[in-house]
């Protein structure tokens, strides 16, 4: 397992580096949308539509997004701040859903229209995030920025919680996360954010900026982890897919990135980029 996990990064990371540093900004967009609805087309089967007409609707209503935002570009710059504002205001709702979790749920006509709405919202709202933060004048590199802060908190959170994991974060929808496994992303990710910042042509931003930023990442990027989990437990699968061999599906692989990104952006336009 580990080794296949290790050769599938090995593979994709040159082509994640070529997308974000090479491609214009269109075909970027094109090309993270074609991702992502692999990611949305995924999250209906754990939304427990598979088979049925919602989950053709589910890709439809998000292709048809997908090119309104595309054609509507031009007022990106004008309306920014009211789309990623509503963008984490979704996220809060959608982790609110977490709250009314009960072990035992199992997938009912109100679950799967909440799953639908939560699809849909946090497949556009990460895309828009994601190109968004690729146009600005030192994007590509912002966007490693955010990759790398979400990537050093998962390996925080993985050496911390292996080390001195005891106390559950959420016994009930994700066993295997732990307090200081949180404590090690919250540790691990400003040295990172730092250490990057120092070393790479983002803007600048202070010391204080940096921490509040990358803690901030780290706090919605665990959320998104937990509520795909909460979806995998409802519907009783492991893995979102197995599409990525040793990683499994694309959602397995971008869920924490899906929520992070609209709060980075946030913070990114709070900054005064």
């Known amino acids: 397992m ?25 075909w970027f967009q094109i090309v993270i949308a074609a991702v992502l609805l692999g990611a949305s087309w995924e999250y209906q089967r754990l939304a427990g539509l598979s088979g049925h007409f919602p989950a053709y609707l589910l890709i ?25 504002g509503a963008s984490c205001a979704l996220w809060v709702l959608m982790f609110s859903r977490m ?3 009960k072990p035992g749920t199992t997938v009912s006509a109100q679950y799967r229209f909440l799953s639908f709405i939560t699809a849909l919202a946090s497949i556009t709202t990460a895309w828009f995030a994601i190109c968004w933060i690729h146009s ?39 066993p295997g996360k732990t307090v200081a496994g949180l404590v090690g992303g919250f ?38 982890d937990l509520l795909v989990s909460m979806h995998k437990r409802i519907s009783g699968f492991k893995d979102s897919g197995a599409i990525l061999p040793g990683h499994g599906g694309i959602l397995d692989r971008l869920d924490s990135t899906l929520a992070a990104a609209p709060f980075f952006a946030l913070g990114l336009l709070v900054s005064g980029l």
Request: glycine share 6%.
């Open 99 to 101: 709250l009314f979790y």
């Open 136 to 174: 600005l004048p030192a994007g590509s590199w912002l966007i490693l920025f955010l990759l790398i802060i979400v990537w050093a908190a998962d390996i925080g959170a993985y050496f911390a919680g292996k080390a001195f994991g005891k106390r559950k974060l959420a016994p009930k929808i994700s």
């Open 2 to 26: 580990l080794k296949q996990r290790v050769l599938t990064a090995l593979i994709l990371l040159p082509l994640v580096m070529a997308a974000i540093f090479y491609l214009p900004q269109q």
């Open 187 to 224: 540790a691990a990710a400003p040295l990172a954010a730092i250490a990057l910042a120092k070393w790479t042509p983002i803007p600048d931003l202070s010391i204080l900026q940096l921490i509040l930023l990358s803690v901030s990442v780290v706090l919605v990027s665990v959320g998104g």
């Open 60 to 84: 439809l209503f998000q292709v048809l997004i997908f090119v309104v935002l595309g054609r509507t570009e031009a007022v990106w710059s004008t309306a920014t701040w009211t789309y990623l």
